[in-house]
Each structure stands twice: as structure tokens, then as C-alpha cells.
């Protein structure tokens, strides 16, 4: 079953607005990522927050991060037409030998009208 | 991009036939993955590995086998191609947590 899901499954705003997306979660993480994937692409790192931290900033990108709720959310400010993709919060599982892993979401469709 | 290319990038095959895929990397780091796509189940780990003939299955394994004799190359191997298989592959490798992907291919099984 999938770590993380987003939240909504797809969003459509006017260029200017910002984007919400959400991500919940359902174990103990190290830390939580956010991708990006343009339409017949592979994804693209965004940013990554560690489990200590509760908020980090990557130019127009805001990432937030409630280990008590195990939640996640990432805010796209002054979105951009070029923005319209789809958004993956990812978290790493350990596992007993040692070895990392990503478990992704579903996504987030993001449109960004001109 | 972390100079990981995938190859082919597209192909056709008929069900029960091989098919192997191909990813190198460029820059030597320890982790690769394959990942599936679908519409509707977002990302799938097939395979990892960790090393140099280390490798791990992820939850959609079945039906899938890989090899890695390279640092630099991670190959996916479908031994009887079925229709289910029909998807886009993903390859990555991991630099500090961070994952990196190829381009993908798109593979379609009839």
C-alpha cells in the first residue's frame, strides 16, 4: 500500500494564485520529499525536509511538515503556467539491511491556467 | 540529471516474449531502482539494488528479475512479457536520500 497520499488528486488554478498539495503519511520517517513530474517526463527532486524540521523555503516553493500528524503540505506561490504538472511526496523506509527507499504517493495534477 | 540514461526508450513486444531494459549511470552511486507507472497507482518499486550483485525486491516484483554485474548498470528483465506489464518504466539512482530518474520507457505488451 502507498506511504504517502496526496491531497486533493488534482487542482486547477489561474496563473498568479497559489497551490495547496498535501501529503499524508503513515510511519516513522527520516524524512519526507517532494517531486515534481512534467508530462511524459521523469520526476524531478524539489526539496526535502528532515523529521526535525517543520518548514523549508526553495524560491516560490514552501514546505511544511507535522510529524504529529503525519503530514506534509507544499505550497506553490505566484504559480506560472510552466507550473502545471504533477506534484509526489515521497518518504524513505529503511529497510532491515540497511538499505534506503522511496515510497511515493499518487500525485497531485497540478494545472496552471494562463 | 546525474547521467542516468535508459534504454530503449520505446518499445512493442508480444506476450511471452523477454524483454530486458537497460539503465546506466554515469556517476557511480551505490543505489539504483526500477519503478512502473500507471495511471492510478502513481510510482512502484519493482527492484533495487545496493550494490554491485546486491539486490532487493520492491512490492510489484512478481514477474520481474534484475541484474547488476556494473556499478553503472542495472538491467530489468520481464523473462514472459504479459499484457499487465504494459507501462512506463522508470530507473533512478539515490544521491544523499535524493532520488535521481531517467528519462523512462514506455513499453507496451500485446
Redesign the interface.
Known amino acids: 500500500s502507498?506511504q504517502g497520499e496526496e491531497d486533493p488528486q488534482a487542482l486547477s488554478i489561474q496563473e498568479g494564485e497559489n497551490a495547496t498539495m498535501n501529503c499524508s503519511y503513515k510511519t516513522s520517517i527520516?524524512?519526507l520529499?517532494w517531486?515534481r513530474q512534467n508530462s511524459?517526463?521523469?520526476?524531478?527532486?524539489l526539496i526535502?525536509i528532515r523529521s526535525n524540521e517543520r518548514e523549508k523555503h526553495s524560491g516560490r516553493l514552501r514546505v511544511t511538515l507535522d510529524t504529529s500528524k503525519k503530514s506534509s503540505s507544499l505550497l506553490i506561490t505566484a504559480s506560472r503556467a510552466a507550473d502545471t504538472a504533477s506534484y509526489?511526496c515521497?518518504t524513505?523506509l529503511q529497510?532491515q539491511?540497511g538499505?534506503?527507499?522511496?515510497?511515493?504517493?499518487?500525485?497531485t495534477k497540478l494545472t496552471v491556467n494562463p | 540529471d546525474a547521467g542516468i540514461t535508459q534504454s530503449p526508450r520505446h518499445k512493442v513486444t508480444e506476450t511471452g516474449t523477454p524483454v530486458t531494459l537497460r539503465c546506466h549511470q554515469t556517476e557511480n552511486h551505490r543505489?539504483m531502482?526500477w519503478?512502473r507507472q500507471d495511471p492510478?497507482?502513481?510510482?512502484?518499486?519493482i527492484h533495487?539494488s545496493?550494490g554491485v550483485k546486491d539486490t532487493?525486491k520492491?512490492e510489484v516484483s512478481d514477474g520481474y528479475s534484475v541484474s547488476r554485474s556494473k556499478t553503472e548498470d542495472f538491467l530489468l528483465t520481464l523473462e514472459s512479457a504479459t499484457s499487465s506489464q504494459t507501462s512506463v518504466y522508470?530507473c533512478?539512482i539515490?544521491k544523499f536520500?535524493?532520488?535521481?530518474?531517467?528519462?523512462?520507457t514506455r513499453l507496451t505488451v500485446t
Do not use: C, I, M, W
Not at chain 2, 40 to 45: D, N, S, V
Open positions: 502507498q527520516n524524512n520529499q517531486y511524459g517526463r521523469g520526476l524531478v527532486h526535502l509526489f515521497a524513505v529497510t539491511g538499505s534506503e527507499k522511496l515510497v511515493f504517493g499518487k500525485g | 543505489y531502482y519503478y492510478g497507482h502513481g510510482l512502484r518499486l533495487y545496493y532487493d520492491g522508470f533512478a539515490s536520500y535524493e532520488q535521481y530518474f531517467g528519462p523512462g
